[in-house]
Structures are given as structure tokens and as C-alpha cells.
């Protein structure tokens, strides 16, 4: 099992660009979660679904949007980069929510 | 005031010792907490999780839960160079977990 994957593992961005970070879990688990990751400030959750057909806001939503593509997949989008989105961003998933969390490898973006 | 915090640290110990790290919560409907560890440039990884007043041991590693007190702490026994990294707490709320800013281990030989 690869538990939780997530690609690309490092991208470089100019402000106003736009990607989509990909995550996928083979742990047949109902939770999903992104954070990012800024020195000094901890994990913080951007968005999470708690099951297969919703997602939910955390508390750093602004300039994200999220898509639980199915029960294994949950994308991250950024549409209009800025400098302030440089960051280490993990992808997680739990059997239930909250429940211990498994985490992926992460991506690193920068945002010039 | 912060939901979860943790010391920063460095917390330094020598090889073969205790590691006491420690975390405090404010939420007190709070049932789930969870420890994990994170290498330099990686990811979390869980190692434990408690959810009961008292000690829970797993192999080297013993997690601690005082609710009335609202602490929640992680004992590594026989502290190894290898254990060198950064210790975060979690504590659940209904839908999420909180995370703290983490603990740095450093373990000398």
C-alpha cells in the first residue's frame, strides 16, 4: 500500500498562475484533509471532506478551492496565485473525522 | 490564548535518557489527542494516540492524559539520536483536530 500520495512534490509558481495539487489515498478512508505548513505557525487546515460528496472549509480557506473527485482523490486549487500561498502543503486522510490522521508526503510551492 | 500549545524548545537530552514532552489544550470537550512526529523536511507520521484518563505505552513511547488538568504529555524512554525531530500534539474538536506548533527533540549522543 502506498497510503497517501501527492503530486508534484515541488513547484515554483509566478503570482497569478493557477495549479492543482493532487492527492490520493489507498486506505479506503472516508476523510480528507489539506494544510499547509509556515514556519513557526503549525499546521493549518485549508479544507477538509468528511466524507465522500462534501467538503468544508478550515481555517485558512482564502484562495483554495477543493474537489473530492471520489472516495480515493481530493484535489486542492489555487486559480490566481500569490506570494502569501508559499508554503509546505499536506494532504491527509482519516477513517473517520477527525480521527488520526495520516499524512502525505507534501509539496513544496513557491510563488514568485 | 492558543488551543493547543507546546514548548518550542529545543528540548535536549542526552542518549538513554527520558524525553518528557508536554502539551496543553483549552478545549474541554476534547476526547482525542494524538501525538506525532516529524523529520526535517517531512512529513507527520502518527505514533500515538490516547483517548482515556491515564498512561498509554507502546513500546518506548508513553502518552500521558490528565482532562481535569487538560494536559496531555509524551514520554520516550531510552531517547535515541533517531528520535531527534519535531514532536506535534493534536486534540480533536468535532470535526477537525488542532494542532499544535510542535516540540523540537534534540537527542545527543
Known amino acids: 500500500n502506498a497510503g497517501v500520495t501527492q503530486t508534484p512534490k515541488f513547484q515554483v509558481l509566478k503570482t497569478g498562475q493557477s495549479m492543482t495539487l493532487q492527492c490520493a489515498q489507498d486506505m479506503n478512508h472516508n476523510s480528507m484533509y489539506w494544510y499547509r505548513q509556515d514556519p513557526g505557525m503549525g499546521l493549518r487546515l485549508i479544507y477538509y471532506s468528511a466524507s465522500e460528496g462534501t467538503t468544508d472549509k478550515g481555517e485558512v480557506p482564502n484562495g483554495y478551492n477543493v474537489s473530492r473527485l471520489n472516495k480515493r482523490e481530493f484535489s486542492l486549487r489555487l486559480e490566481s496565485a500569490a506570494p502569501s500561498q508559499t508554503s509546505v502543503y499536506f494532504c491527509?486522510?482519516?477513517?473517520?473525522?477527525?480521527?488520526?490522521?495520516?499524512f502525505g508526503p507534501g509539496t513544496r510551492l513557491t510563488v514568485l | 490564548q492558543k488551543e493547543v500549545e507546546q514548548n518550542s524548545g529545543p528540548l535536549s537530552v542526552p542518549e538513554g535518557a527520558i524525553a518528557s514532552l508536554n502539551c496543553t489544550y483549552s478545549?474541554?470537550?476534547?476526547?482525542?489527542f494524538f501525538w506525532y512526529r516529524q523529520y526535517s523536511g517531512k512529513s507527520p507520521e502518527l505514533i500515538m494516540f490516547?483517548?482515556?484518563?491515564g498512561d498509554k505505552e507502546d513500546g518506548r513511547f508513553t502518552a500521558q492524559l490528565n482532562k481535569a488538568s487538560q494536559y496531555v504529555s509524551l514520554l520516550i524512554r531510552d531517547s535515541q539520536p533517531s528520535d531527534s525531530a519535531t514532536y506535534l500534539c493534536a486534540v480533536n474538536t468535532p470535526d477537525k483536530l488542532i494542532f499544535g506548533t510542535g516540540t523540537r527533540l534534540q537527542v545527543f549522543p
Open positions: 478545549d474541554r470537550g476534547s476526547q482525542s
Open positions: 491527509a486522510s482519516s477513517e473517520v473525522t477527525p480521527g488520526g490522521q495520516f
Open positions: 490516547i483517548y482515556s484518563n
